[in-house]
Structure formats: structure tokens, C-alpha cells
């Protein structure tokens, strides 16, 4: 079974345990789901963009889904409901997975290079 965004899981992981950087923000939307997402630096209330995760339970691991992504020019879904059952577009998901996995590759340069600024110090 593929991991879903099990790359971002595990950078925002690592990054909940020695602080989120500033600008990323993570909320529960409901039991479920989680929302993960970066604020523009100028305001700090407003979202650059977010993903939204649908969590399941894996062999005993979190598993994050993503289902939505949505900025300021773009909403991508891949969840639709139809006669009361969720249907999933896998292509749209496919593409959020490896939109959440350039992220996550974003996130860990960000903290190698801020770890490397901090030993030339």
C-alpha cells in the first residue's frame, strides 16, 4: 500500500518536535482530517496555501491522504460525494502527493540550511 504524503508527515513530525518554523501552521479541521498549510509573512493571517489530509490508521502508523489543496489562484479537490459515498479522482490525488513530497523537500532544505547557517556562526 503507498504511504500517501508520508514524506511531508514525517518532515512536519521532526518539525513539531523542535518548532514549526514561522509561517506554517497545522489545525484539526475535524476528527480525520488535518489541514497543514504556510501563511504569507507580511500579514500572518492570511494563507500562501494549505493542504488538506484525510488520516487513516496503517499497521499501526498514521497514514495522510491528502484531498485538497488550495491557495489563493488554485483549488484542487479530489474527494467527491455521490449518493451519500466518497468517491476519489486518484489522478488529482496522485499529483497532491507529489505536490505535499516537493514541499517536504522544501521544508527539509530550509531546516539543513538553517543548520548550517547556525554552525558557521
Not at 8 to 23: A, D, F, T, Y
Not at 66 to 75: A, H, Q, V
Amino acid at each position: 500500500m503507498q504511504q500517501g504524503a508520508a514524506n511531508l508527515r514525517r518532515v512536519i513530525k521532526q518539525l513539531e518536535k523542535s518548532g514549526l518554523p514561522s509561517g506554517i501552521f497545522i489545525s484539526h479541521e475535524t476528527s480525520g482530517a488535518l489541514r497543514v498549510g504556510k501563511r504569507f509573512k507580511e500579514s500572518g493571517s492570511e494563507t500562501d496555501f494549505s493542504f488538506l489530509f484525510r488520516i487513516f490508521s496503517f499497521e499501526g502508523n498514521d497514514v495522510w491522504w491528502p484531498i485538497e489543496y488550495r491557495s489563493s489562484k488554485d483549488l484542487i479537490l479530489c474527494e467527491n460525494e455521490l449518493n451519500g459515498k466518497i468517491l476519489v479522482n486518484l489522478v488529482k490525488q496522485q499529483s497532491l502527493i507529489e505536490m505535499s513530497d516537493t514541499w517536504a523537500k522544501s521544508l527539509e532544505a530550509q531546516g539543513v540550511a538553517k543548520s548550517f547557517n547556525n554552525a558557521l556562526l
